[in-house]
């Protein structure tokens, strides 16, 4: 592919934030010390008045957001994905979930592309463990432009939201002029016959770029991007499956509980079809460069491109 | 304070009681002590401090009120009954399948209840929330907790607490109802959170140490409150488990236990009294 513009969705998150902040001054952001990273700095430079720092204490940042939501404010609260999931999920489901507060959680920094900081910071789990939560949307955008789109939807709908962003600078896919982002849609980026690709995050690049590798064997593949994970897309899912009739998921998290999960459960119930999972087979990830990473627990085109090999020959 | 007042929330808190008896007994399950260790306060917070309309829930400049520990909601709703937010009867099905009163609040089910809470430790968060919120618009409602002295010992009390002075929020008021009991025994002998008041003073709070049970107390303790300023205020509340009931009084055993027929009936009995007695005064 020709040279590909590189955005970590994180940096979109960050200015997304500035940008709408004009618009709905009734937005507010929560940081646990980590508004570097997670750049929700860029928010505050622009309204400090409207940027709380909790500090390292992120199980009070998701009560105290719930409170705030609680008395009529959007509330973005904003650490990495491990810490906003894992940590403080008791607080997400209690506090936010439970009574359904316009709470919209920011985690950055999820899945293994955090690279060198090892398995302790390499969220895999934030999918399974947020769209088990009643009335959670789950959104995981593949690039800039679609995590702009994201933060804006979420301001718009009412209640909680979980946003999967990234740390890694990831190519810009969805820069099409046709591009629309609705919740709880998916995103057709490329039609094909012989397969479907469900990818999410930032296996959607290399989705696409599977899609190439299996063009020059002569299999055609389409390619879903699924930025919403919950509710997750059964009408697009289903409409691929009867007319590739084999599906390849494709994730930045372990297979289980994730979105090849969410792709199965919706399959299952829906139209039976073949599917194989590519993401990370149930382990914990380690230390390295963050593509180094992805390559060794098999997150890369190739291994799509095998899987989809896999499931077209699982066809009856 | 004087008599008259005194006696209405005397009263108030003594229809409380026979809320709380009422809402447990009916549902067979539920937590006696520590609902009955808070009726004095909660009837001088819904009846004399807060500024909260029946008439207008809604309202954005009310007063908010979060119990921390949730598990006391029985007092509660005994109140907002009482007050007008929905029908005295709604109390019989505390608890039951389909109840609007739930086991522990929720903002959503119930009139009047501004926070769903009940997992200990996060309403104090949400509290400080609504606080800095206020302080962050420039609203001039007050935010009003009640927390449990065994709750204390959830970490993420003390990262409220460290986040409520640092943000300098004196527009909210805490309430420890330091009653020594909790589930498993006494607070001393389970983990210890002694001294309350020191690691409040520590952690930046202006501290105020009372008798949960004396109205003059408490109304002093609210008023001094309303004249800090910089920093959340704490009211430390040494209190009777059980308080009002002669067989509950300072039984860890009556935490989270139903009353039977007999035992019912003769709390029902001693409350009644209590009322009499009260009446009877000058």
Not at chain 1, 113 to 130: F, K, N, R, Y
Not at chain 1, 177 to 192: A, M, N
Not at chain 2, 158 to 186: H, R, T
């Amino acid at each position: 592919m020709s040279e590909q513009k590189k955005v970590a969705t994180r940096d979109a998150y960050g200015k997304a934030l500035a940008e709408f902040g004009e618009q709905y001054p009734n937005l507010f952001v929560l940081d646990a010390d980590l508004s570097k990273s997670t750049k929700t700095a860029i928010f505050k430079e622009k309204f400090p008045k409207r940027h709380f720092n909790c500090g390292i204490a992120e199980s009070n940042m998701m009560s105290t957001a719930a409170g705030m939501a609680a008395v009529g404010k959007i509330v973005f609260a904003s650490t990495f994905a491990m810490f906003a999931a894992g940590r403080a999920f008791e607080q997400v489901r209690n506090s936010i979930g439970y009574p359904h507060l316009n709470v919209k959680i920011g985690a950055t920094h999820a899945g293994l592309s955090v690279g060198e900081d090892g398995a302790t910071h390499q969220c895999c789990e934030d999918i399974a463990l947020m769209r088990s939560i009643p009335g959670m949307t789950v959104i995981s955008p593949a690039d800039a432009i679609e995590t702009r789109a994201a933060v804006l939807a979420a301001i718009q709908h009412d209640g909680p939201v979980y946003l999967r962003m990234g740390r890694l600078a990831v190519p810009v896919v969805n820069d099409t002029p046709s591009y629309h982002f609705e919740l709880g849609k998916g995103v057709t980026l490329q039609d094909g016959q012989d397969v479907t690709i469900v990818a999410t995050g930032l296996m959607v690049a290399e989705a696409l770029r599977a899609r190439e590798m299996l063009k020059a064997d002569g299999v055609s593949a389409r390619v879903l991007d699924i930025h919403t994970i919950k509710p997750i897309d059964d009408e697009l899912l289903k409409k691929a499956a009867k007319e590739t009739g084999a599906v390849v998921t494709a994730e930045e998290h372990n297979i289980i509980g994730g979105l090849g999960s969410a792709v199965c459960e919706s399959l299952a119930e829906n139209y039976p079809t073949p599917v194989v999972r590519v993401g990370v087979d149930d382990q914990f990830g380690q230390s390295g460069k963050a593509l180094q990473v992805l390559e060794f627990y098999g997150l890369t085109a190739e291994h799509i491109v095998k899987a989809a090999k896999e499931a077209i020959q699982k066809k009856k | 304070m004087d008599a008259e007042k005194r006696k209405f929330l005397e009263k108030q808190a003594l229809e409380i009681r026979k809320g709380i008896v009422l809402e447990i007994y009916s549902a067979q399950s539920g937590h006696p002590g520590g609902s009955l260790a808070i009726a004095d306060v909660v009837s001088y917070l819904y009846f004399m401090e807060m500024h909260v309309d029946a008439q207008k829930p809604e309202d954005e400049k009310r007063d908010r009120f979060v119990l921390s520990k949730g598990h006391s909601v029985p007092a509660v709703y005994a109140a907002l009954a009482l007050k007008g937010d929905f029908p005295k009867e709604w109390l019989k099905e505390f608890r039951k399948l389909g109840s609007r009163l739930q086991g522990h609040p929720n903002m959503r089910d119930t009139p009047g209840i501004d926070m769903s809470t009940g997992s200990l430790g996060q309403g104090i968060s949400a509290a400080c929330g609504m606080a800095l919120s206020a302080k962050a618009c420039g609203d001039p409602y007050r935010v009003y907790t009640i927390l449990g002295d065994g709750e204390l010992e959830e970490g993420q009390v003390w990262e409220a607490a460290m986040f409520a002075a640092q943000y300098k929020l004196d527009n909210l008021v805490a309430y420890v109802d330091n009653n020594g009991l909790q589930i498993d025994g006494k607070i001393t002998d389970v983990m210890s959170p002694e001294p309350i008041t020191d690691k409040y003073a520590a952690f930046g709070w202006h501290v105020i140490e009372i008798d949960g049970h004396n109205f003059d107390e408490i109304e002093a303790a609210y008023k001094e409150a309303k004249t800090v300023k910089g920093k959340p205020t704490v009211i430390v509340a040494h209190s009777i488990k059980g308080k009002g009931i002669s067989y509950m009084e300072n039984q860890a055993s009556w935490h989270g236990k139903a009353p039977n027929d007999e035992e019912y009936a003769q709390a029902v009995k001693e409350l009644d009294a209590a009322l009499a007695k009260l009446e009877a005064q000058a």
